[in-house]
Each structure stands twice: as structure tokens, then as C-alpha cells.
């Protein structure tokens, strides 16, 4: 006898009404790749998960291959097996068609964990608190700016108009809730894609430069969450920003003269029963962030991954250039923000826009672990402007921080081995690549003139 209808309907799976799925990865530079598959073979993937090459953790931000990395044709750009992540399952609204979407991570054939998977490098430094009975609890902060699909008469982005005028916009006032209300349309947008796709997006703000916005996630008792959904909210406002007629950009520092883009990373630490215990055990605090600011200089290489990463990192644009903290003081690169005692948390305030959270998180929480670990001291607070005191700068150059990096001993015992590697090879490419490239302003400067 057949069930009836209201059975039927109850039953059906999450993707019945899809027509495609789109199975993402996401690489070491935090893009998003992987296959788009007809609905009908979805319940096979996640039974049985599907191939990609292990070189997809080899592609620098080109996506070229950086054989260097012995993940390309040196091992015969062998297959490894992808397992879907099913709580990721969502759908995708922005598309013309039903269609949805769903994470992977990498496993190698016999089913451990593939080395260069960022996710899996995050859950590696998750292990070594977890076996000290602690939990971290964290939450993104993504700042990005909307620019005109259209480029400026010099080829460069410029600001988009302001909906519903002619006007170009040329100024912001930071948190203004005029310039809120002038976008309302996209983000409303965002809302309610973040609803749809489960991402916690808390509130948005305006920023400090023409079209830069900040839109925050909630904190999330599991670290690999809070990633998943930062990567799936960037995701988001890219494709929302396209079909609002726009392009939204991650980019560290997308303008001169502006304010650049940061990912902030909030953290505290709970216990088994789900207590902060940072709210207590100022020791254990204050070990966090002595880790934290002695793994700094080493963890830069994350924390700016790219060539423009490094434009960001200049006096007076609202990014902390020395390994200080102090209490509810926004020059600093560890800030511990003010509130209820039972919220006490580090918020990381070095990391751009451009990095991938998996790495970025990865890298606090092995400093985190190294402080408490080894029962370090901090150096005192700072109270005031940071920038004006004479305090040791961090590597503020793409191969200085590449060679310190390359000196971690710390970081790469905590990210191991194999990825340091990896990483490290992939990352010298790109910059030297990046070094041989001829750019405009070198044209402007010396074509007409030596």
C-alpha cells in the first residue's frame, strides 16, 4: 500500500526539489573548488565521497600548479578521496535553477586525514587543547568592500553608485547607519541567504572607506564551524554582490590611501561542562596571550598570505603592527574587549581579509597552546596609541615574513611537517612570480625618464 502524501513529503530528503550540487573544497589560499554534480548522483557522494587530485592543494592564487610542492606530476597527480560534510548541505538561491551545496574535506585512501587540508590542519592544533580538557570557542569577523562592476578610467576598482541616485560614492562615515540604510537592499539580501544557508551572521556595519562593510558570525563552540561558515559567508556576498550589480572584494588593501580589510578572529576557552574559563583563570588568560604574541611574527605568512596583504600593514589604517595587547584598546593586535565577565575572550586583530580562516585560526590556537603549554609571560598592556610607541614591528614584507616562517620550528611541529612544507614552497612561488611581474607604476615612473 503506498505511504500517504504527508509521509511522502516528510520523507523526502533536503536536496529532493535540487537539480545540481556543488561540491566544494577549499584550497590553502581559501578559495573554493571542487565539481558540480546532477542531484541524482548526490546520495552516491555522500555514500561513497568523490575524487580530486591531491594538486589541488598545490595551486597557488592562479590556480596553477606549483609542482615544487611534490603534490603534482612527481607523484603522477594521483587521486585522493573527498568525504562530503553533510550538516554543510544548503541551498544555493542565487542560482537560476534549484540547485545546492555541500563541503568536503580531503582523506587520503586509506582514510586519515590528507596533510594539506587546511580543515584538517585546524583539527590537528584543535587535538593538542582538547587533550588539555579545553574547548575553544570562536567567531569571524569579515570586513569587505562593494565595488562598481565597471572599472575606473585608469583600469583600477572604483566605489559603486549609491542605489537609487547617479552619485558615486566617495566617502563613509564608520558605523553610519545612513550608509546602512543606503544598502539596505544587499544586505537584507545576505540575511536572508544566511538564513536559508544556516550561516549565523550576526550584524553589519559600515566601515571606514567608501563601500566597506563588516559583517560579523556568531561564536561557535566548535573551531571548524565557525571557519566552514566564515568561508560560506564570503561565498555568499560575492554571489550576492554580483547579481545586486556589483563585485564585493576580500581583498587586504584594495585601495590606496583607504583603510585595508581584516578578518578578526574572536576566542575563548571553555571547559567539558561549557564554561569560560578565561572568566576565572586570569593566569590561563594571560598565558593565551603571552603564546599568542610570541608566535606572532612567525605566523605573518598566514596571517597576510598574498603580495597585497602586505599593503595593508602601513601606520594610521587601523591594523596593529607590533605583537602588543592590551584591554579594550583597538591599536593593539590583541584586544580584550570589554563586557560581561563571562564573555572574556582575545580577539586576534591581525589577520586580512584575504587569508584563510582555517589557517588563521589554526595559528592562534597553536600559539594559545604554546603559552599555556610553556606557562609564558606577557609583556604589560598597552593603554594607549600602540603606533606611537617604539615597539618591535612585525614582518611587514612578503619574504620576511615567508623567512621567518621558514624559521618556525613552533609552527611547524603544530601544523606539521608535510604543510609547512607545502606552504612555504607554494608561497615562495607566488612571490616570485609576483617579483618578476612589470607593473604600471614602474612604467610611470621610469618608461619616459632613465
Known amino acids: 500500500m503506498d505511504k500517504p502524501a504527508s509521509d511522502q513529503i516528510q520523507n523526502r530528503p533536503p536536496w529532493a526539489d535540487f537539480q545540481s550540487v556543488d561540491l566544494m573544497l577549499c584550497d590553502i589560499n581559501g578559495v573554493l573548488r571542487g565539481k558540480r554534480i546532477q542531484v541524482s548522483a548526490l546520495e552516491k557522494a555522500l555514500r561513497d565521497g568523490i575524487s580530486l587530485p591531491a594538486s589541488v592543494f598545490a595551486l597557488d592564487i592562479t590556480g596553477q600548479t606549483v609542482e615544487e610542492t611534490g603534490l603534482g606530476l612527481a607523484q603522477g ?79 583600477l576598482p572604483q566605489p559603486p553608485i549609491l542605489p537609487g541616485t547617479d552619485e558615486r560614492m566617495h566617502d563613509t562615515q564608520v558605523y553610519s547607519l545612513d550608509d546602512l540604510d543606503s544598502w539596505e537592499d544587499f544586505l537584507v539580501r545576505v540575511a536572508e541567504v544566511c538564513a536559508v544557508q544556516r550561516i549565523p551572521a550576526d550584524n553589519a556595519v559600515a566601515e571606514y572607506a567608501p563601500g566597506q562593510f563588516e559583517i560579523n558570525l556568531t561564536h561557535q563552540n566548535n573551531a571548524v564551524d ?50 569560560n574559563v578565561f572568566a576565572d583563570n586570569h593566569d590561563l588568560l594571560r598565558q593565551a596571550i603571552a603564546g599568542a604574541c610570541s608566535m606572532l611574527p612567525e605566523s605573518m605568512a598566514l596571517f597576510a598570505p598574498n603580495a597585497n596583504s602586505y599593503r595593508r600593514l602601513q601606520p594610521h589604517m587601523y591594523v596593529p603592527l607590533h605583537a602588543s595587547w592590551g584591554f579594550d584598546n583597538r591599536t593593539v593586535a590583541l584586544r580584550i574587549p570589554s563586557g560581561d565577565k563571562n564573555s572574556t575572550r582575545l580577539e586576534h586583530r591581525v589577520a586580512g ?97 632613465v
Open 353 to 449: 581579509a584575504d587569508a584563510n580562516p582555517y589557517l588563521v585560526t589554526a595559528a592562534i590556537l597553536a600559539a594559545i597552546d604554546h603559552g599555556i603549554s610553556e606557562q609564558l609571560r606577557p609583556p604589560s598592556p598597552i593603554q594607549d596609541d600602540a603606533n606611537k610607541l617604539d615597539l618591535a614591528l612585525l614582518p611587514y614584507r612578503w619574504q620576511d615574513a615567508l623567512d621567518r616562517f621558514a624559521q618556525s620550528h613552533r609552527l611547524s611541529q603544530y601544523l606539521g611537517k608535510e604543510f609547512h612544507r607545502a606552504y612555504l614552497i607554494n608561497k615562495r612561488h607566488e612571490l616570485a612570480e609576483f617579483d618578476q611581474h612589470v607593473t604600471p607604476l614602474e612604467y610611470q615612473w621610469y618608461q619616459h625618464l
Open 77 to 155: 597527480d594521483t587521486d585522493r578521496t573527498c568525504r562530503l560534510l553533510p550538516h554543510t548541505l544548503a541551498p544555493v538561491p542565487w542560482h537560476r535553477t534549484p540547485s545546492g551545496q555541500v563541503l568536503m574535506t580531503m582523506e587520503e585512501l586509506d582514510g586519515t586525514p590528507f596533510f594539506a587540508d587546511p580543515r584538517h590542519v585546524l583539527q590537528k592544533v584543535l587535538k593538542r587543547l582538547e587533550d588539555k580538557g579545553l574547548f575553544p570557542c570562536v567567531a569571524v569577523e569579515l570586513e569587505f568592500y562593494l565595488v562598481d562592476q565597471k572599472e575606473g578610467a585608469d583600469g
Open 226 to 275: 565557525a571557519c566552514d561558515q566564515a568561508i560560506l559567508l564570503k561565498r555568499a556576498i560575492k554571489a550576492i554582490a554580483i547579481k545586486e550589480g556589483m563585485y564585493a572584494t576580500f581583498m587586504a588593501k584594495p585601495y590606496n590611501g583607504q583603510a585595508g580589510s581584516g578578518m578578526h578572529i574572536h576566542v575563548s576557552l571553555l571547559d567539558k561542562d561549557g564554561n
